[in-house]
């Protein structure tokens, strides 16, 4: 689960300044694109779910886990479409196993359903907070490193 995020929050942050230099794009047009990436995220986790129903949640938590890695890969080797649509299938496959995950650590823990809940989403937070090196401030904050 913290991989997870790390993840999602690296791809996030990353993303904006990969299309600018990669496709020369604006910073509007890259916004975008990173819009459309967290909306594929959003979409994944409320699919999830029911889609964990549906397979069984140990399924939707191993093609969560496996499946992204060819759309990742591939990523470097896409054009400016492409790399959107595979940053749409990297959004929906990465967060579809959250409902599953929630739903195993509330069994493991029989009774405490808004202790597990918190410390899942608590476990997003870390994990997302975990890119940021202290002391460090952000890659465009720092002198010489502005985007045009």
């Known amino acids: 689960m913290f991989a997870k995020f790390v993840y999602i929050a690296a791809f996030t942050n990353c993303f904006t300044v990969y299309l ?29 779910g029911p889609v964990g129903d549906w397979i069984g949640r140990k399924a939707v938590i191993w093609i969560s886990f496996l499946g992204v890695a060819p759309f990742a890969l591939a990523l470097p080797y896409a054009s400016l479409a492409w790399t959107a649509v595979l940053a749409i299938a990297v959004g929906l496959l990465m ?54």
């Open 20 to 48: 600018i230099e990669r496709f020369g794009v604006s910073v509007q047009q890259s916004q975008v694109y990173r819009f459309i990436f967290l909306g594929s995220v959003a979409v994944g986790t409320f699919a999830g």
């Open 95 to 148: 967060s579809s196993a959250f409902a599953a995950l929630v739903v195993y650590a509330q069994e493991a823990v029989p009774g405490r359903v808004g202790m597990v809940s918190g410390v899942m989403f608590g476990i997003g937070w870390i994990g997302a907070a975990g890119l940021r090196q202290p002391g460090r401030p952000p890659p465009l904050a720092r002198p010489g490193a502005e985007l045009a």
